[in-house]
């Protein structure tokens, strides 16, 4: 599959200059610019190279954790189905779990109900 990374880069570079740094908290559900990534990364989609993200930890008023998610029927242990986001069924990718700049996140979509959100936590912490 061929990636688009010279679209990317200049995607990036707009958000970089442009974009201001969000407001969010954990449990939040957003449409995030993941861009273009090496190999097996967790790609953004579409021209604007977005896919939507659950905020797992805010770690500071720039960056946060995040776990991208995935409407992708494959079954997988490292994937832990969280319901409907935008009319789809998604699971969250934990093994893709990483930090990003608050200023990828595009607008927010939803906030994960309590008890799903703390499954992902708990299963987040037994990767380690």
Known sequence: MDKDF????????????VSMNKYY?????????????????????DK???RPVLIVKGLSRETCLIVPLTTSPQKH???KTIGSVTGKTSSAVLS???VIDTKRLINKIA????????????SIKNLL
Do not use: M
């Open 77 to 79: 242990k490292y994937r």
């Open 111 to 122: 906030v994960l109900d309590q008890q799903s959100f703390e499954t992902i936590r708990k």
């Open 96 to 98: 893709q779990i990483k």
């Open 48 to 50: 604007d190279f977005q």
């Open 25 to 45: 908290h954990p449990r939040d559900i957003w449409w995030c610019a993941l861009g273009v990534n090496i190999g097996f990364e967790q790609d953004g989609k």
């Open 6 to 17: 010279e679209n990317w880069n200049i995607e990036k570079k707009n958000i970089h200059a």
